[in-house]
């Protein structure tokens, strides 16, 4: 079974810092192109970033430009979001992707687009950030 399991979130004060973590299991997580997205309440899902599954570029939406990296690691068979300065309105559940695509680059504009062909979504983890 392909499964992603995102773990890191909780609740952060204004300000501070946070890791998550992306464990892919039943695949190699390698092969694909790989999404951060969040949802905030009564928001739609949108997307983070993204880094590529053969040339490691990483594409980003303005959402969080400046205060998020992403990392994988192959050996863990796992991918990281570290966020920085994080703001009340970065509360969400954040989720993570894996997608295959013929195209050597990832696209995080288009959220839809991570639910079409090869692909494996996580369950999300929890952001809340508040004093």
């Known amino acids: 079974q392909l499964q992603l399991v995102e773990s890191g979130g909780g609740l952060v004060q204004p300000g501070g810092s946070l890791s998550l973590s992306c464990a892919a299991s039943?695949?190699?997580?390698?092969?694909?192109?790989i999404g951060w997205f969040r949802q905030a309440p009564g928001k739609e899902r949108e997307g983070v970033l993204c880094?590529?599954?053969?040339?490691?570029?990483?594409r980003y939406t303005d959402s969080m430009r400046g205060r998020v990296t992403i990392s994988r690691d192959n050996a863990k068979n796992s991918a990281y979001l570290a966020i920085s300065s994080l703001k009340p309105e970065d509360t969400a559940v954040y989720y993570c992707?894996?997608?295959?695509?013929?195209?050597?680059?990832?696209?995080?504009?288009?959220?839809?687009?991570?639910?079409?062909?090869?692909?494996?979504w996580g369950q999300g983890t929890q952001v809340t950030v508040s004093s």
């Open positions: 992707a894996a997608r295959w695509t013929f195209d050597n680059t990832c696209d995080i504009q288009n959220t839809a687009n991570w639910h079409q062909g090869t692909h494996v």
């Open positions: 039943g695949f190699v997580l390698d092969g694909y192109h």
């Open positions: 880094i590529s599954r053969n040339n490691g570029i990483i």
